[in-house]
């Protein structure tokens, strides 16, 4: 079946650049996206890159794709105190309909 | 436009009873999903619905169903409660395409004591 990996951790200082990492499997993958949660939350939708794309810049969220590794990054310009979050990568497959998220990454910003 | 509502929030309830949640999507959206998160299992798929009719169900048993009306809003049903069944269930909404996202709700905090 699908499976989504990201690392557990990430702490960064304020103002530096994060770079959070996910890796996927289902190579049917169409659709992948990027969410942030709060705690005591539901999910924020972030952004979103379509498979047939290798970018993509929103503000201070840039999303880069690797489709032959099956790789994708969620980088975070100028990282606020306020970015402090989980942040989970999410893959759908055809109309995607059904997400497949990973375990989500804890970013610590650090003063 | 709002956004997706649950009700409600919290509920604590004992084993072997039943729970029955329910979700507002935003609207104009016809399709509803839950999930369930857990820190053990994490996110993961309960089902979907789309104009009354379930489309996709995820891998679990038979005393998680759910329901959706004529407005688009959305019920989901917990039987014989189980102590594992304490998570944070979540519902999406998004729209006909699907491929700008599910837009999730703020979830409900379900504690089986």
């Known amino acids: 079946g699908e499976d989504v990996e990201q690392s557990l951790f990430l702490s960064v200082r304020e103002g530096d650049s994060s770079v959070i990492n996910c890796t996927y499997t289902?190579?049917?993958?169409?659709?992948l996206y990027w969410y942030k949660q709060e705690p005591g939350a539901g999910l924020q939708l972030l952004t979103y890159?379509?498979?047939?794309?290798d970018m993509k810049q929103d503000q201070r969220l840039t999303v880069l794709l690797n489709k032959k590794d099956k790789h994708l990054s969620l980088r975070i310009a100028d990282t606020q105190t306020g970015d402090s979050a989980i942040y989970f990568c999410?893959?759908?497959?055809?109309?995607?309909?059904?997400?497949?998220f990973g375990s989500g990454t804890q970013l610590t910003v650090l003063p | 436009k709002a956004g997706v509502t649950q009700t409600p929030r919290y509920l604590i309830k004992t084993r072997g009873q039943q729970v029955t949640l329910s979700c507002s999507p935003i609207?104009?959206?016809?399709?509803v999903s839950w999930y369930q998160q857990t820190p053990g299992q994490g996110l993961q798929f309960l089902f979907e619905?789309?104009?009354?009719?379930?489309?996709n169900k995820g891998n679990f048993p038979g005393r998680f169903s759910g329901r959706q009306f004529s407005n688009s809003r959305s019920e989901m049903n917990v039987s014989t409660l189980e102590l594992g069944d304490s998570a944070l269930y979540l519902c999406?909404?998004?729209?006909?395409?699907?491929?700008?996202?599910?837009?999730f709700g703020p979830g409900t905090r379900l504690t089986v004591l």
């Open positions: 999406a909404s998004r729209e006909a395409s699907g491929r700008m996202g599910q837009f």
């Open positions: 289902d190579s049917s993958s169409t659709y």
């Open positions: 890159i379509f498979s047939n794309m």
């Open positions: 999410a893959e759908g497959s055809g109309s995607a309909r059904q997400l497949t």
């Open positions: 609207s104009g959206h016809r399709s």
């Open positions: 619905y789309f104009s009354e009719t379930q489309r």
